[in-house]
T-cell receptor
Framework: DGGITQSPKYLFRKEGQNVTLSCEQNLNHDAMYWYRQDPGQGLRLIYYSQIVNDFQKGDIAEGYSVSREKKESFPLTVTSAQKNPTAFYLC?????????????FGPGTRLTVL | SQQGEEDPQALSIQEGENATMNCSYK?????LQWYRQNSGRGLVHLILIRSNEREKHSGRLRVTLDTSKKSSSLLITASRAADTASYFC?????????FGQGTRLTINP
């Protein structure tokens, strides 16, 4: 099956810890994205990658880091510098990086800071 | 930066009725997309309408676009309980896809 997967589904973190969220796609898409969603809210862009070995900050990049060493993978690290990390995190991909390209989403990871 | 704004924020209707959601945006666009999100899940792309199109259909979905008013509407006809979800419009802003805050649709049996 082609698609985009995220793991884990639920993640709990103690304050002061870094955690890494996994995102993998087998759609052969060049572009990948990370969004944050808070309850009852829309999506806010954290980071995006137009192509392997390249990534750019989105609207709320502070306290987060990413890497794009492989086309298929775009992991997101939530660092201890992120003041309010409890949220639902969504990864997406698109064929190419054009703002209007259709994006395909993973099932999400719900992060809770204890 | 918020490009698309959905209205209403929440909508509750009876099964079988039609549901209409609206999206307004600020700047010129090349196209507008609608996505659906079931509770606790990822978004699913529903339909894309280009700036030179006025109306587009996909099954029970009908999307209209009025570029002069910078607005779009999503109509779901003959609603079903399974249509219960949040619906988001997305527009291109600063070379990025920008999502609105969504309309939460509840279909009551």
């Amino acid at each position: 099956d082609g698609g985009i997967t995220q793991s884990p589904k639920y993640l709990f973190r103690k304050e002061g810890q870094n955690v890494t969220l996994s995102c993998e796609q087998n759609l052969n898409h060049d572009a990948m994205y990370w969004y944050r969603q808070d309850p009852g809210q829309g999506l806010r862009l954290i980071y995006y990658s137009q192509i392997v070995n390249d990534f750019q900050k989105g609207d709320i990049a502070e306290g987060y880091s990413v890497s794009r060493e492989k086309k298929e993978s775009f992991p997101l690290t939530v660092t201890s510098a992120q003041k309010n990390p409890t949220a639902f995190y969504l990864c997406a991909s698109s064929i190419s990086y054009r703002g209007a390209d259709t994006q395909y989403f993973g099932p999400g990871t719900r992060l809770t800071v204890l | 930066s918020q490009q698309g704004e959905e209205d209403p924020q929440a909508l509750s209707i009876q099964e079988g009725e039609n549901a209409t959601m609206n999206c307004s945006y600020k700047t010129s666009i090349n196209n507008l997309q609608w996505y659906r999100q079931n509770s606790g899940r990822g978004l699913v792309h529903l339909i894309l309408i280009r700036s030179n199109e006025r109306e587009k259909h996909s099954g029970r979905l009908r999307v209209t676009l009025d570029t002069s008013k910078k607005s779009s509407s999503l109509l779901i006809t003959a609603s079903r309980a399974a249509d219960t979800a949040s619906y988001f419009c997305a527009t291109e802003g600063a070379q990025k896809l920008v999502f609105g805050q969504g309309t939460r649709l509840t279909i009551n049996p």
